[in-house]
């Protein structure tokens, strides 16, 4: 799997817009791009994935560069509940049995 | 209903004793995993596992092993524990192919004494 890079912790306001960064310079044509998180002792939740469209879910989206070497997750209104870990990750879109590699993450935290 | 759920959600045992984690999921997914958060938080892929094929981490001990009764289960058991077998260990299972989207349980916290 290509890697991620992403920056290690990222505030933002209640209420605001979260726009968490990922470069993926290395990623190849038929690898899409993942965002899971993981909120405090839970298990990772997947939030949305995309190859080369803009995306859009009830929880977030997600926009990708026209040469697919970065991506911005967009939550756009954060709440106290947003607060967790994003993984960025890419991968080919049939990978087989081999899962997800996950790397550090973004800690977001959501000030009141 | 739970789509993937674990058991023990806790685990205290000793060093040198065997233990099992449970994994049940009723997605239908054909294929599950095992992931080990360790407590610098990195999640590791430690098994995935379908009805055809188990793909082994090499880093896992083979300490480690999974055992799956049937598509809806896989438990992983763990011989011998050692000190730094103290982790979360997450379940999770995929559709067939991998499509990407995993379905994780809460996890199990093991500590080893």
């Known amino acids: 799997d290509a890697k991620t890079t992403q920056p290690p912790s990222m505030d933002c306001a209640e209420g605001r817009a979260a726009n968490l960064p990922c470069n993926h310079s290395t990623i190849s044509g038929n690898e899409y791009v993942y965002w899971y998180r993981q909120i405090h002792s839970q298990g990772p939740q997947y939030i949305i994935h995309?190859?080369?469209n803009n995306e859009t879910n009830e929880m977030a989206s997600l926009i990708i560069t026209e040469d697919r070497k970065s991506s911005t997750l967009i939550l756009p209104h954060a709440t106290l509940r947003d607060t967790a870990v994003y993984y960025c990750?890419?991968?080919?879109?049939?990978?087989?049995?081999?899962?997800?590699?996950f790397g550090k993450g973004t800690h977001l935290i959501i000030q009141p | 209903d739970t789509a993937v759920s674990q058991t023990p959600k806790y685990l205290v045992t000793q060093m040198g004793n065997d233990k099992s984690i449970k994994c049940e999921q009723n997605l239908g997914h054909d294929t599950m995993y095992w992931y080990k958060q360790d407590s610098k938080k990195f999640l590791k892929i430690m098994f995935s596992y379908n009805n055809k094929e188990l793909i082994i981490n090499e880093t896992v001990p083979n300490r480690f092993s999974p055992k799956s009764p049937d598509k809806a289960h896989l438990n992983l058991h763990i011989n011998s524990l050692e000190l730094g077998d103290s982790a979360v260990y997450f379940c999770a299972s995929s559709q067939a192919g991998g499509a990407g989207e995993l379905f994780f349980g809460e996890g199990s916290r093991l500590t080893v004494l």
């Open positions: 995309g190859l080369k």
């Open positions: 990750i890419v991968r080919p879109p049939r990978g087989g049995a081999d899962g997800l590699t």
